[in-house]
């Protein structure tokens, strides 16, 4: 049976496991990223893992019979809404006087 363990960068069998490798043919360089996930992510947040450790195959049905359980329960359909009401104060106009872009 498969058990879940949290390794750490290092401890891998296989040696690191980073999340990304991004490049540069510029500088001839690679980095090699981990990140940490969001606490509004409906797959990794602490809230949705918790969750599921709690309740198992119940809050799996919950998530697959209810659209927006899990972003209700990660706080997302809160952002929504806020950014919804977020109002943007924009100037559309292009003058003559815009010397600060130079086309390439
Ligand atoms: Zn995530």
Redesign the pocket.
Same mark, same amino acid.
């Given at each position: 049976m498969w058990t879940p363990v949290l390794l750490e960068v290092g401890e891998h069998p296989l040696g690191v496991l980073p999340h990304q490798i991004r490049g540069s043919l510029s500088q001839f360089s690679q980095m090699t990223l981990v990140g940490h /996930? /969001?606490n509004s992510?409906t797959?990794?947040?602490h809230t949705v893992v918790s969750e599921y450790r709690n309740r198992g195959m119940e809050f799996i049905l919950q998530a697959i019979n209810h659209p927006t359980y899990l972003e209700d329960l990660t706080g997302l359909t809160e952002l929504m809404k806020s950014a919804t009401l977020f109002t943007l104060d924009w100037d559309n106009e292009i003058g003559d006087d815009d010397d600060d872009c130079v086309e390439i």
């Open positions: /996930s /969001s992510c797959a990794c947040c």
